[in-house]
């Protein structure tokens, strides 16, 4: 395509473009975001989400467990993980929590070790917390236990 010819296709899609929006615009139909806000407003969190206070049944074998806790004030960058503090295998008797299962412990070679794997350093890359939020687009998810 010559250049001439790209830069006149550029600004036909251009001007097609800003007269849909006008249409759009003087049809009434306002712009805004899944949950219904304007797409220039912020969406409070506290509305959406909220905590459960018991640990959930997983939704498929393979799935990360949701975290049935608050995780605001725990600290995980590249030297502090304040979350091993009570999942890492030494700490979580004495704290009541779960231990991590022996694949945190597992390095990409499938080597064994005693320190949490880098692989699973970030723990919120996995694990989320609960929220009970209303879904964004209806769905019929349905557990493979439910199946
Ligand atoms: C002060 C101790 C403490 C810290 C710090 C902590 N947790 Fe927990 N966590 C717990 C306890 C206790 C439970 C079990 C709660 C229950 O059984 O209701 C739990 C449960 C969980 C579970 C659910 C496990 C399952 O099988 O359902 C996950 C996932 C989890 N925590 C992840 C995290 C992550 C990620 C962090 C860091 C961001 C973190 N936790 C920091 C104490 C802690
Ligand atoms: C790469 C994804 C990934 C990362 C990163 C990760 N996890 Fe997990 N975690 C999982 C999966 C998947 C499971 C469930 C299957 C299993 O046990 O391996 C799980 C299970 C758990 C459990 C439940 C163990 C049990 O036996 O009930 C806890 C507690 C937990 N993780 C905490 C953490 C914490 C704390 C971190 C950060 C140090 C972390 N995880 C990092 C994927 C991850």
Redesign the pocket.
């Known amino acids: 395509m010559s250049k001439h010819v790209l830069t006149s296709t550029i600004a036909a899609v251009t001007l097609l473009a800003l007269a849909g929006l006008a249409v759009a615009q003087s049809a009434g139909i306002p712009l805004q975001s899944l949950r219904g806000a304007g797409v220039d407003e912020q969406v409070a969190v506290q509305d959406n989400f909220r905590l459960d ?4 049944v997983r939704s498929y074998r393979q799935q ?6 608050s ?1 605001d004030q ?1 600290q ?1 960058d590249l030297s502090a993980n ?2 091993l ?3 890492d295998w030494a700490n979580a008797g004495n ?4 231990t991590l299962s022996m694949t945190h412990y597992l390095d990409r070679d499938n080597n064994q070790l005693d320190r949490v794997s880098g692989t699973r350093w970030f ?2 890359q996995c ?1 989320v917390p609960q929220a009970d939020a209303p879904e964004l687009i209806g769905n019929t998810f349905q557990s493979s236990s439910e199946r």
């Open positions: 206070e018991k640990r959930f990360p467990p949701l975290v049935p806790h995780i725990y995980i304040q979350c503090g009570c999942h704290r009541g929590a779960p723990c919120n694990h």
